[in-house]
C-alpha cells in the first residue's frame, strides 16, 4: 500500500511539473526567438512521451500490487488450511494414545 502511495505522489507530482512546465513555454518560445522549432518539438514530444510512460508504470505498478495482495491472501489461506489440518491430525494421534493408556490402565480392566 505504501507504494501505492508513493507511485501516486509521484504521477501528481510529475503532471503538476509538466503543467507548468507547458505554461512556460508558450512565454519561453516568445522570448527566444534564437530556438530552432525542431528542439522545441522534440522536448515537446519528450516530455509527452515521458507523461505517458510514467502514467504505463503507475497502471503497471498497481496491476502488480494487486497481484501481489491476491497471491499473499491465497498464501495465507493455504497456510490455515495446512494449520488446520496438521491441528486435526495431531489432536486425532494425541485421542488414540490416550485411549490406547486407559485401556491397559488396571481400573479399566475388570
Known amino acids: 500500500m505504501n507504494t501505492i502511495i508513493k507511485t501516486i ?3 501528481s507530482t510529475t503532471l503538476m511539473l509538466l503543467s507548468h512546465a507547458q505554461a512556460s513555454e508558450n512565454t519561453a ?3 527566444s526567438s534564437s530556438t ?3 528542439v522545441v518539438g522534440k522536448v515537446e514530444h519528450a516530455v509527452k512521451r515521458g507523461a505517458e510512460v510514467t502514467v504505463s508504470g503507475v497502471k503497471r505498478g498497481g496491476k502488480a500490487a494487486a497481484s ?3 497471491r ?4 495465507t489461506a493455504h497456510g490455515i ?3 488446520v ?3 486435526k491430525r495431531t489432536t486425532h494421534r494425541v485421542v488414540n ?3 490406547k493408556k486407559t485401556d491397559k490402565s488396571p481400573a479399566t480392566n475388570k
Do not use: I, Q, R
Open 81 to 83: 488450511d495446512v494449520g
Open 9 to 11: 505522489l509521484t504521477l
Open 36 to 38: 530552432e522549432p525542431g
Open 68 to 70: 501481489g495482495l491476491k
Open 72 to 75: 499473499g491472501g491465497e498464501a
Open 29 to 31: 518560445t516568445e522570448t
Open 97 to 99: 494414545k490416550l485411549d
Open 85 to 87: 489440518k496438521a491441528t
